[in-house]
């Protein structure tokens, strides 16, 4: 059995050692650059983490983990771009050390090394990898599309925040999950459960997110908080604050939201000061605490010894910075 510390290792050994020798270099580099600029590689780290329950030996499916690595990053790559981010992980994005036809032409690269390094499995698990791989990548693109269309709407609904989210995020959490169980020859139950359990997890994760975005401490964050309020980002927090506010809240709010020319560290004292009245804290994190809650409850149903899931259970309480 394997530490998530040891894991981790192992990915970003493997990332570095992962040839770009295919001409034109230029198409490459921007790949390279990309995979090196760190980050905590849930995704990969969850895969093996799910074979192990099952096997010991994770390395053997290391390509189809830097996979899903790849694919994420392309993802990233391409959002960067729609964003017109100038940061990633506090480096230039790719549109910005180069140029935008070059962020295209390298993370449209990117999708097809994903793909072929996947799909670098025997053959008796190809059909169900690719399968669960590709409507993965399918559902991530419509979440993006969703979370695109909230930014032009004010009435988006909690539960339509809740599906983009499972499907922007989640579910590559549950596809990294899925797919080790599946390589490791795992029954198609405890494959579907674990599925679940990356499904909640991906919920919850996010739902940290944007809390921490509003109340995070910026050394830990890694970035500065307030960008979500600034931004006007249709998040769970900022939906639920409107559902909730009365008559004078919801104006004092309405009218942050459609300012145009602000102060940037006045509104979001201002918005974050409407959250701590209206109990907005205290909401996100319940919900917070359920979607945790639900994902363990779907681990516990995985068909193996409890031990065995010791690791998995220490990652997932890591990646929401619980004790147990």
């Not at 449209?108 to 090394?113: E, I, P």
């Not at 997890?201 to 739902?207: E, P, T, V």
Request: net charge negative; proline share 2%; charged share 30%.
């Amino acid at each position: 059995m394997y530490h998530s510390e040891d894991i981790l290792k192992k990915v970003n050994e493997a990332l570095e050692r992962l040839p770009y020798d295919r001409r034109p270099q230029s198409l490459y580099e921007p790949i390279r650059y990309v995979l090196s600029l760190g980050g905590k590689r849930i995704r990969p780290v969850l895969m093996l983490l799910g074979y192990n329950l099952f096997k010991e030996d994770p390395e053997r499916i290391m390509m189809q983990a830097l996979g899903l690595e790849t694919y994420h990053n392309y993802t990233l790559l391409h959002d960067d771009l729609m964003d017109n981010a100038d940061l990633r992980r506090g480096h230039e994005t790719v549109h910005k050390h180069w140029n935008a036809n070059t962020a295209i032409l390298s993370g449209d690269s990117m999708l097809v090394l994903a793909y072929q390094r996947i799909a670098q499995c025997d053959d008796s698990h190809l059909p169900d990898v690719l399968g669960l791989f590709t409507e993965t990548a399918l559902e991530i693109g419509e979440g993006q599309e969703y979370d695109m269309a909230f930014e032009t709407r004010n009435d988006v609904r909690e539960e339509e925040y809740i599906e983009m989210i499972l499907l922007k995020t989640s579910v590559l959490l549950a596809c990294a999950l899925k797919m080790g169980a599946l390589l490791a020859d795992a029954s198609k139950e405890d494959a579907d459960n674990l599925y679940k359990c990356g499904e909640q997890m991906g919920l919850a994760f996010q739902l940290q997110d944007d809390l921490l975005d509003v109340y995070g401490d910026p050394a830990v964050f890694g970035k500065a908080i307030g960008g979500d309020i600034t931004s006007n980002k249709k998040t769970y927090m900022l939906i639920n604050a409107f559902n909730r506010a009365n008559a004078e809240q919801r104006t004092e709010l309405a009218r942050w939201v459609d300012a145009t020319t602000f102060d940037r560290q006045e509104k979001i004292a201002a918005v974050t000061r409407l959250y701590d009245e209206i109990g907005i804290r205290q909401l996100c994190e319940e919900k917070i605490n359920f979607y945790f809650d639900e994902a363990r409850k779907y681990l516990d149903k995985v068909g193996v010894a409890d031990e065995r899931k010791q690791y998995l259970r220490k990652y997932m309480n890591e990646m929401m910075k619980r004790e147990s």
